[in-house]
């Protein structure tokens, strides 16, 4: 019996290895060269990566135009991802090369993870599915094209969950939750759904207060700490107000599911009617394999893991939602959004159909077998064009227009002494490496007054992308009123001085 126990061990042990080592080796080819994928969120985590291996502060290469610094402290992001990045940094890696490294080994902490704990708990065939479900989903793969904070959020979740499910040190699972929303704000709520796994366990009131504490003491930890942090530099929080125009969001977030629910099919009724149909089939998958609540440690593994994935992704989607209500108004209800929640759904399915299938007749394992085949398929080829969209001429602020931009040339040799103002700070490090200043966002007289002021106290350019990425004054504009002379234009933007 022990024998037979150490052989499937072993066995979903390797299962697991040869599927991470799947995704790992995918994100390296995906991330190659013109890869990875950079946009403005990526200048956050690189530039404050080298700002802290440099330096040993989190700045990022951009401030206001009204700033004496050039660069400002990060505020928008939690310093997880980049103080991570930073030490290959400051081995000598370069930002971007570190940035790959750490999204291989997340995806391969994410994935084995995932086929581990379904395979434990429904058999090697459902952690398969599971492995072949996140390889798959073009959302999570889209997630790792480029540089960002979700793969490495996504394995943190993924090694809650496996705490929560399998071990019985509540602090273990706190830390990993505290972990995750250190890296991503949208995932704090994960702290508080191991306070709350940790407190509804059964046992005695205070024993489950203890346990309850354990699995807090992480988050209150580092939650004070990144919030002392942020109100020393910037000297207040995020204000809290009423945000209730919830209908684009809410046709985004339909956008969305039918995408990854209904993968190929064209968005109107039909595919909503589609996507509808199968997370209706999930949701009855899922409900007929979670037999009785997993209220203790002796639960059935299957119901402890439904249960604790169903808490995740509750306490994640409250937590997304009243952001957007109370907090941002313009929170994408997109791919990167959901991607936490779309993880925890397609593990808890798999175990779930694990479960079930040696319970069904032939004719419903054929049905499910086929409806899998299919959306797998669907799906795999949706990742396909995605992919191929994404590595077509690099993405974002790795495409062909930006590496072999002109304007970029032209800053780095006739500009390279002069300060920058543009309305796309991303653009200026991306394409030169060093930071700059926005350009003021209205045109009245008191900022026009100032801004010629900063102007004429130093040697200064004014670049203008056609595209742009902060929501400033219009450059020609401002450069019409203040007199400025073009010194340089390009098919992507303009440069000004005095």
């Known amino acids: ?85 930073a030490l290959p940094v400051v081995l000598g890696a370069p930002s971007q ?58 394995a943190l979740l993924a090694a809650t969950l496996a705490l929560m499910v399998f071990s019985k040190r509540p602090f273990l699972y706190g830390l990993t939750a505290a972990a995750a929303g250190l890296v991503r704000y949208a995932a704090v709520p994960a702290g508080g759904a191991a306070v709350l796994w940790a407190f509804g366990l059964r046992g005695p009131l205070r024993e489950r207060a203890r346990r309850a504490a354990l699995a807090a003491l992480p988050t209150a930890l580092l939650s004070a700490v990144v919030m002392l942090r942020s109100v020393l530099e910037s000297g207040a ?18 956008a969305t599911l039918v995408a990854w629910l209904a993968p190929l099919a064209p968005p ?26 997993a209220e203790s440690a002796s639960a059935p593994p299957t119901c402890r893991l439904l249960s604790a994935a169903a808490l995740l992704a509750a306490c994640y989607a409250a937590f997304v939602f009243l952001s957007r209500v109370a907090v941002y108004d313009n929170i994408p209800f997109d791919d990167r959004m959901l991607s936490p929640a779309i993880l925890l759904v397609e593990i808890a399915v798999a175990a779930a159909l694990g479960v079930r299938w040696r319970a069904w007749k032939r004719p419903v394992r054929l049905a499910a077998a086929v409806a899998v085949a299919l959306w797998l398929a669907a799906s ?72 010629a002021r900063i102007l004429n106290g130093r040697r200064d350019l004014v670049v203008g992308f056609a595209q742009e990425y902060e929501p400033t004054a219009a450059p020609d504009s401002l450069a019409g009123r203040l007199g400025l002379k073009v010194a340089a234009e390009f098919p992507e933007g303009r440069v000004w001085r005095k």
Request: net charge negative.
């Open 268 to 293: 109107n009724l039909g595919g909503a009617l589609l996507a509808t149909a199968v997370a209706g089939a999930g949701v009855a998958v899922l409900l007929a394999a979670s037999g009785r609540p």
């Open 1 to 85: 019996m022990a024998l037979n126990s150490t052989f499937f061990v072993v066995r979903r042990s390797v299962l697991a290895a040869l599927f991470g080592a799947a995704a790992c080796i995918g994100v390296v080819a995906l991330t190659s060269p013109p890869g990875p994928g950079l946009d403005p969120d990526s200048m956050s985590y690189l530039g404050a990566a080298e700002s802290l291996a440099r330096a040993g502060t989190l700045r990022i290469p951009m401030a206001s135009w009204s700033d004496p610094d050039s660069t400002s402290a990060l505020r928008h992001f939690p310093p997880g991802f980049p103080t991570l990045l």
């Open 380 to 451: 795999a080829w949706a990742t396909a064009r995605a992919v191929a969209d994404a590595r077509d001429g690099g993405w974002g602020y790795a495409g062909d227009e930006w590496r072999e931009s002109g304007l970029g040339q032209w800053l780095r040799r006739e500009g390279r002494n002069d300060e920058i103002f543009s309305n796309d700070p991303a653009g200026i490090w991306f394409l030169t490496h060093r930071p700059s200043r926005d350009l003021p966002a209205a045109l009245d007289s008191a900022s026009l007054k100032e801004f």
């Open 97 to 154: 090369q570190a940035a790959r490294g750490v999204e291989a080994l997340a995806a391969f902490a994410t994935v084995a993870l995932a086929v581990w704990i379904v395979a434990a708990v429904a058999g090697a065939g459902a952690g398969a599915l599971a492995g072949l479900l996140l390889l798959g989903t073009p959302a999570l793969v889209l997630d790792h094209a480029r540089v960002l904070s979700e793969p490495l959020c996504l």
């Open 237 to 254: 929080v995020r204000s809290v107000a009423l945000h209730a125009d919830l209908g684009p969001t809410l046709r985004e977030l339909g």
